[in-house]
Nanobody
Framework: QVHLAESGGGSVQAGGSLRLSCAASGYTHLSPCIAWFRQAPEKKRGGVAVIYVGGSDGSRYYIESVKARFTISQDNAGNTVYLQMNHLKPEDTAMYYC????????????????WGQGTQVSVSS
């Protein structure tokens, strides 16, 4: 059974930082990758960053708008995936979710329809 739990969201001013955590289990039969997704009000949920969990090189992919600002990482056991978000902007305001994912250069990050309860990130200008 897939279990996902996001935490770490909050309200910050533009330029601030937050670190999100995703406790994930039971997903490896779907994919070896975990991604962070976000959904702003009245917008579709979309992938932000993805990591190959447990890989020796921790392969990562980011959407263009968060490159150099966000870093996705994992703990040594591969049970928790983090998203360090620096230099936050108001347009980063959204509900953030983690979940198993697939990705490639042409199609980007795709979900498998499994989510936790999400964690809200609000960035004020």
């Amino acid at each position: 059974q897939v279990h996902l739990a996001e935490s770490g969201g909050g309200s910050v001013q533009a330029g601030g930082s937050l670190r999100l955590s995703c406790a994930a289990s039971g997903y490896t039969h779907l994919s070896p990758c975990i991604a962070w997704f976000r959904q702003a009000p009245e917008k579709k949920r979309g992938g932000v960053a993805v990591i190959y969990v447990g890989g020796s090189d921790g392969s990562r992919y980011y959407i263009e708008s968060v490159k150099a600002r966000f870093t996705i990482s994992q703990d040594n056991a591969g049970n928790t995936v983090y998203l360090q978000m620096n230099h936050l902007k108001p347009e980063d305001t959204a509900m953030y979710y983690c979940g198993p994912a697939s990705w490639d250069v042409s199609m980007g990050i795709k979900d498998f329809g499994y989510w936790g309860q999400g964690t809200q990130v609000s960035v004020s200008s």
